[in-house]
């Protein structure tokens, strides 16, 4: 008897993009019906890797068998005939456009929209993912979103599902529910290649893990047979120091206090905040978990100052009310900013690191005198940031640009904690960022919290909140939850609040 | 023929060339692209036209070759913008200064030459009825093709599985791209046609509506088309609305002012765009929730690597 080919081999893949070697001979193979897990940090290769197999980009060197048969994939269209199906990191949806509409757009060949929406009212029911085909993404939560995703690659009867960091977006509740659809189509004999840094997901899902490095594979091996640290170590090449966090003693005065603060959303898609009320203490960290579009980035916006509220009394910064205040009459009473966007909103691309300093700094710094900018002090504080946080770069300096996602990252938050601001405000500290940078910033926003300063993460990585915060509360639909001890908060009840459970019905779903 | 069929006639002849105009562009930005060479291209599609016309004696030909100029116009701007990934609102800018100055070289000979308007188009019985009939169905073939565009455009986007395609390239380049659509070929197909429906509605302007050639004798009508489009939300059929609502006070207030009307004239003339502007900032703030423009429009697309 033969041993039946693996569904799908690669030997040797290289793909090169000009001098960045961003997949050095990685080989892999996924046999029928396994369920096969990609792991390693950000930027380790795992999307590139995963697109090369999808028809997306083309491998500079080596070659990808199906079946045992050499195939040669110029596009997705002839991944998709193949049978491989593709769930997105960031949703390949558009938003304008109608479930169906979405849908149909996936599928090959000339269906028309009208008999795709029959085919995926059946295909969501029988798989237990309900879908309203008439309805506009935009209307939809994540997690619908990604049912839109999984649906439409289950139309095609795929041979092997490709799903990227999948559960990054979504709720602990639904998570269990993605796992719940997981275990259904690997039941009918499709493969899975599952891509994560998630490790618990990984060693509870998958048969196979294949561990990328810099581009290259490091190990293959099975993950339910060794420990998470191993796999942890053997994904970072070293081992990570846990975030140094003593319990808090005694919190400080209030520094920021916001009461009762409602603001409609500016933008059409965005989330109205309604009635939120909160405060921090000096020396503590309050966490604001919750699902990507709940109301996060209309906080941030408020509590910063680049939109104001709609009166002064509803954010109070160290007794004074600023609600109407901009967002340097805010730092000047000792409050800094680090928004989640670290290119193009927290740091201009274009602009030289001393520049965006100064963007950050004019009012508060020191950088400017007498109406004129004083280069120098605002080099000198480059230097000083780069010393503080790590931050490597080539030239002292450089376009905001041209540093990695870890670095640029260490740069504007470090930025502001050098300033030892008062009441720090910080959304997704860590978001895309390698585990090495990540375990320094959260380090540096609990020290600069027992040093003595408010410090306010909003977060949607619970690991990180758990990691690093004192008390906690959770934004779903524009509400906040009333703040908790986070110290022996059960990480069950966080996850029904970030999916609504515990929040009143809202007036608008209602109706 | 009455005052009404006069005026009602008129009007119709002023908005046909906004219409085709605004109906190619839309397609245009529907695809993502925002091409404000638009002035350029009718311009180049007036004097090509005309030009070719008075050489061969064939408005048909005349009209074929309008169209081919405002295409090759077209060309253009797609070449710096998709294949360069320049700047859309600067090549299309630079497109119509172009398309300006490039007109009054090729017209330069045709100054003063002069051809008959092109006949219309009786349909028949339709064309007899009372009040409405000569001033609907008395008209000249572009009216009628420009009811067709409309209704072609209209059915292409939202009832064509390749229209679908070019709205989701609008919506998103990069979900389009990840898909595996040729979001650049797309792009490119759709600035073709833009550029087309411009040299066409150019070639109405020098062959049917002042059947001669002067340099400038778009007088921006470019622009008007590409404020249509927005007015329109991106629509066809209040694309034609649009068309019509301009084209009707343009000529309306050379009535009025024929009439006698005492207000001073500059601000008649300026009517038309004011009542566009006003138009435009009702629709905007009954808007509601959903997003009109397309999301990805004016913003270049580069393949990821």
């Known amino acids: 008897m033969t041993v039946p080919p693996p569904l799908v081999s690669a030997q040797g893949i290289v793909k090169r993009f000009g001098s960045l070697l961003a997949n050095d001979h990685v080989s892999l193979t996924v046999a029928e019906g396994e369920t096969h897990a990609l792991l390693g940090e950000n930027g380790a290769g795992k999307s590139t890797f995963v697109k090369i197999l999808y028809g997306l980009l083309q491998p500079s060197e080596g070659t990808l068998s199906w079946r045992g048969e050499e195939v040669r994939l110029r596009s997705p269209a002839e991944a998709r005939r193949l049978g491989i199906g593709m769930v997105f990191q960031h949703f390949s949806l558009f938003d304008a456009l109608t479930v169906a509409e979405n849908v149909a757009l996936a599928l090959d060949g000339a269906e028309p929209v009208p008999s795709v929406a029959r085919r995926l009212a059946e295909v969501s029911r029988a798989y237990g993912l309900p879908l309203e085909p008439a309805r506009e993404v935009w209307r939809l939560s994540v997690g619908e979103r990604q049912r839109i995703e999984i649906v439409r690659c289950l139309m095609q009867n795929p041979k092997l599902l490709i799903l990227d960091e999948p559960t990054s977006v979504l709720t602990p509740q639904e998570t269990e529910g993605l796992f719940g659809t997981l275990a259904r189509i690997k039941a009918e004999g499709c493969a899975i290649l599952y891509i994560s840094h998630k490790l618990e997901e990984v060693r509870r899902l998958c048969e196979t893990a294949t561990i990328l490095r810099h581009g290259k594979v490091v190990e293959t091996c099975d993950p339910r047979a060794v420990s998470a640290g191993m796999l942890a170590q053997m994904m970072v090449g070293v081992g990570i120091p846990p975030t140094r966090h003593d319990p808090l003693e005694q919190a400080g005065p209030v520094r920021l206090d916001v009461r009762s603060l409602s603001a409609p959303s500016p933008d059409a898609h965005g989330t109205s905040l309604k009635s939120i009320s909160l405060d921090v203490r000096a020396g503590e960290v309050l966490g604001v978990a919750g699902v990507a579009g709940n109301g996060q980035d209309e906080l941030f916006a408020l509590l910063s100052g680049e939109m104001p509220a709609a009166s002064a009394e509803t954010v109070i910064i160290d007794g004074v009310p600023v609600g109407r205040a901009g967002i340097n009459a805010r730092r000047k009473l000792g409050g800094a900013f680090v928004p989640e966007e670290r290119l193009g909103h927290a740091a201009a691309p274009r602009f030289r690191l001393s520049e965006n300093a100064l963007a950050s700094g004019h009012a508060t710094n020191g950088f400017v005198r007498a109406g004129f900018v004083d280069r120098g002090a605002a080099l000198s504080w480059v230097d000083r940031v780069t010393k503080a946080f790590d931050v490597r770069k080539g030239p002292r300096d450089p376009e905001a640009k041209a540093l990695s996602g870890g670095n640029l990252q260490k740069f504007v938050v470090g930025r502001e904690i050098l300033r030892k601001p008062r009441l720090l405000i910080v959304a997704q500290p860590t978001w895309g960022v390698d585990a090495g940078a990540a375990a320094l910033i959260r380090q540096a926003l609990v020290d600069l919290a027992r040093g003595g300063a408010a410090v306010l993460v909003i977060s949607q990585d619970l690991d990180e909140l758990f990691e690093i915060s004192d008390r906690m509360a959770v934004i779903f639909h524009g509400r906040l939850s009333p703040a908790q001890d986070a110290r022996g908060l059960a990480r069950e009840s966080v996850g029904l609040l970030m999916g609504g459970a515990g929040f009143a019905p809202d007036a608008a779903e209602a109706a | ?305």
């Open chain 2, 1 to 305: 023929m009455t005052m009404f069929e006069a005026i009602l006639l008129t009007i119709i002849t002023a908005s046909t060339p906004l219409l085709i105009a605004a109906v190619g562009q839309l397609v245009v930005e529907r695809s993502g692209v925002l091409n404000l060479g638009m002035e350029g291209m009718m311009i180049m599609g007036a004097a090509c036209g005309f030009a070719v016309a008075i050489l061969t004696g064939n408005s048909a030909i005349g009209i074929v070759a309008a169209i081919i100029a405002g295409m090759a116009m077209s060309l253009i701007f797609a070449a710096l913008t998709l294949g360069l990934a320049a700047n859309q609102v600067a090549s299309g800018l630079a497109l119509s200064i172009f398309g300006l100055g490039l007109s009054g070289v090729i017209g330069a000979p045709f100054v003063g030459a002069k051809r008959d308007a092109m006949p219309r188009l009786d349909l028949p019985v339709l064309s007899d009825l009372p009040i409405i009939g000569k001033a609907l169905f008395g008209q000249d073939p572009y009216v009628y093709a420009s009811f067709a565009l409309t209704f072609g455009v209209w059915w292409f986007l939202f009832r064509t599985r390749p229209g679908l395609v070019l709205r989701a390239c609008g919506e998103s380049h990069a979900s389009a791209h990840a898909l595996g659509y040729p979001v650049l070929k797309i792009r490119l197909l759709a600035i073709l046609f833009g550029g087309g429906c411009a040299g066409l509605a150019g070639s109405y302007l020098s062959l049917v509506y002042t059947p001669f050639w002067s340099p400038g004798m778009t007088a921006g009508r470019g622009w008007i088309a590409l404020a249509i489009v927005v007015f329109a939300s991106w629509l066809p059929w209040r694309a034609m609305a649009g068309a019509y609502l301009f084209g009707g006070i343009t000529i309306l207030q050379l009535h009025a002012q024929g009439a006698g009307v005492r207000i001073p004239s500059q601000l008649m003339a300026a009517l038309p765009y004011l009542v566009t502007i006003i138009a435009l900032v009702i629709i905007m703030s009954r808007r509601t929730g959903q997003q009109t423009a397309p999301a990805s429009l004016g913003t270049p697309f580069v393949p990821d690597r």
